[in-house]
């Protein structure tokens, strides 16, 4: 691609951030030059952001069902896997999913919840009054 094509199709973060992208320049050597977005690029960055909201919105529909604890709800909103946030946390991973069971999650102490609030950056009480 030479420099002049560069894609400087406006986006989503147009005015906020720019793409480093290599081109060849008139002498056929590759330099950086700056791209505003690139419409495919842009789609397929919607598409990505709409199966995280799905994802998401899956998740605050088990919570409310009864079926997951808000941690579960949380590890979604904050785009994190059950190895992150057991990294985060210090627990084992498997102790992560026991305490996405809801009647496991009741009986968790005050410390514990810390734990996952410092993570999830909420109060301890969003997490027990979880709405």
């Given amino acids: 691609m030479k420099k002049s094509e560069i894609p400087q199709d406006e986006g989503p973060l147009k005015g906020w951030t720019r793409e480093v992208c290599y081109a060849k320049n008139e002498d056929g050597k590759y ?9 495919v690029k842009n789609d397929a960055l919607d598409s990505a952001w709409e199966e995280v909201n799905k994802s ?8 409310r069902a009864g079926k997951m604890s808000p941690i579960f709800y949380f590890m979604e909103l904050k785009l994190m896997d059950v190895a992150v946030l057991a990294h985060y946390t210090g627990f084992w991973k498997w102790t992560v999913k026991r305490h996405f ?15 996952y ?8 009480e969003q997490l027990k009054n979880f709405k």
């Fill in 31 to 39: 330099e950086r030059g700056l791209s505003a977005g690139w419409s």
């Fill in 56 to 63: 998401v919105e899956e998740a605050l529909k088990q919570v």
């Fill in 101 to 115: 069971n809801p009647f496991r999650f009741k009986k968790l102490s005050d410390k514990v919840l810390q734990k």
């Fill in 117 to 124: 609030a410092d993570v999830f950056e909420v109060s301890v």
